[in-house]
């Protein structure tokens, strides 16, 4: 457990996976105090009640209610939180103490970074986050192939280390054990160049995506003689419609020029590639930055899927090299799924998902549609719309969208046995109040739309 931290203007840093807890600073005098996670939007401040959940698995509370414990971190829980005993401006001002005594929670990953060595063939290993954690670590545990190595207070390696593909380490902060970094492995190791294998974590890039990657390093010593092709990202999932950015960063030999930069498509599971070429709509080469190439493809289409590779051609050599895998681009389009049916009997719990073929980026915003309408004109990072007890209102064709990629519709159909009992028209332009009412595990932030009538509330949350 993380300590605990005064809610005012606050950065924690802490592991992913492991627990914190956040402290209000309101005065113990106050009733009715609640925990806010705080976002911001074009129109001011969005804050979701997360006070409102008292039984969801990640989120506990003390008794008094001043102390928000949050389990099991990940980077959808990184945000920042407040308390108040009085409900947040959406655009704060002086008397707006939840916004102006806010903590910002950041979830970092523990990684061992690999860094060339002065002597020989060698390179050596540091334990590190991207972040200096707010409780500094009372010792650096050092594994090797799985087993226990050694305990130090120095995040640095001891020895410096040869490359054995078959040798894998990784490290962890004492008392997080179970927290351990992703392993690496030392592939290769020469005078102008290190190759390094990660088992997954932040320097793969993969937001989704577990996967290992090969990456290589000029030492910095001969550098110069380095060959070398590195992505931002290798595994990219793109909607159908919009666009998306392939970024290389290469190197190459100083006296080899390069005469041409290209791009190749592989299919998927097949061997079959192709040459990427540039034209003025749907594909883009920038080559602006020095050692930096990014392919720029518009209006996706399945089509479009495959595994993307930059290559370099001096008037010597072609660089093509296994050693350096492309980037994956998966192009989706975007479903609506309802569960358990899409005809339901009044009163059952429905859920609505925004569906894709493959994860999209953590920072996606989704709205939803009822007939055409949004149900509301703030996004949400929930793909997820829950309606608690369905009834005749619900009953129309829903769809969703991110940016300006729309859905196609689903009708949801509502059986009950009511049928000869007459429903009041719904008024033309209906304003739509929001209230936050369910945390669930496939989603840290639900909110709820509920449609305000005198005689009943329909409550949908997402």
């Not at 290769?188 to 290190?194: I, K, P, T």
């Not at 090969?214 to 666009?243: A, E, H, M, Q």
């Not at 190459?252 to 930069?261: G, K, R, V």
Request: glycine content about 4%; overall charge negative; proline content about 4%.
């Amino acid at each position: 457990m993380s300590p605990s931290v005064e809610g005012k203007p606050n950065s924690i840093f802490a592991l992913k996976g492991s627990s914190v807890n956040l402290s209000c600073s309101a005065p113990r005098s106050a009733a009715n105090v609640n925990w806010y996670m705080v976002s911001k939007d074009h129109a001011g401040y969005v804050y979701h009640n997360v006070s409102a959940h008292r039984n969801h698995e990640d989120f506990s509370f003390s008794e008094d209610h001043f102390t928000l414990t949050i389990r099991d971190l990940r980077e959808c829980t990184g945000k920042c939180y407040c308390c108040s005993e009085t409900t947040p401006k959406e655009r704060p001002d002086e008397t707006d103490s939840c916004q102006q005594n806010s903590i910002q929670l950041q979830v970092i990953d523990l990684q061992v970074k690999v860094f060339p060595a002065s002597e020989g063939q060698k390179v050596t290993l540091m334990c590190s986050s991207s972040c200096p954690l707010t409780e500094s670590p009372a010792a650096f545990i050092w594994y090797q192939d799985g087993e226990f190595l050694y305990e130090d207070w120095s995040p640095w390696y001891q020895e410096l280390v040869s490359s054995d593909q078959a040798v894998r380490y990784s490290c962890a902060i004492k008392g997080y054990e179970d927290l351990r970094a992703p392993d690496v492995s030392v592939d290769s190791v020469s005078g102008s160049c290190f190759s390094v294998t990660y088992a997954e974590g932040t320097m793969c890039s993969y937001k989704s995506q577990k996967q290992s990657c090969s990456i290589t390093f000029p030492t910095g010593v001969n550098g110069s003689d380095c060959w070398s092709v590195n992505y931002d990202s290798r595994r990219i999932c793109g909607l159908k419609g919009s666009s998306v950015n392939i970024s290389s960063k290469y190197s190459h030999p100083e006296y080899q020029q390069t005469l041409t930069n290209r791009w190749y498509k592989m299919k998927i599971n097949t061997k079959q590639e192709e040459e990427v070429m540039e034209n003025k709509t749907d594909v883009n080469y920038q080559n602006d930055t020095r050692n930096q190439h990014i392919l720029r493809l518009n209006n996706l289409d399945e089509k479009n899927s495959g595994e993307y590779e930059f290559r370099m051609k001096t008037e010597q050599y072609e660089r093509k090299s296994s050693r350096f895998p492309g980037v994956t681009l998966i192009v989706t389009g975007l479903l609506v799924d309802v569960q358990p049916a899409a005809e339901v009997t009044e009163g059952q719990r429905v859920t609505l998902t925004c569906s894709t073929s493959c994860p999209l980026s953590e920072n996606t915003n989704y709205i939803w549609y009822l007939n055409s309408r949004p149900l509301s004109l703030t996004k949400t990072p929930n793909k997820h719309l829950i309606i608690d007890a369905v009834s005749r209102e619900n009953e129309g064709n829903y769809s969703c969208s991110v940016e300006t990629i729309h859905s196609t519709g689903k009708t949801l159909t509502i059986n009950t046995d009511h049928m000869n009992e007459e429903f009041p028209a719904q008024p033309a332009e209906q304003e739509l109040h929001y209230s936050q009412i369910a945390l669930e595990k496939i989603n840290p932030i639900y909110s709820s739309y509920q449609q305000h009538q005198e005689q009943e509330h329909v409550t949908y949350s997402v």
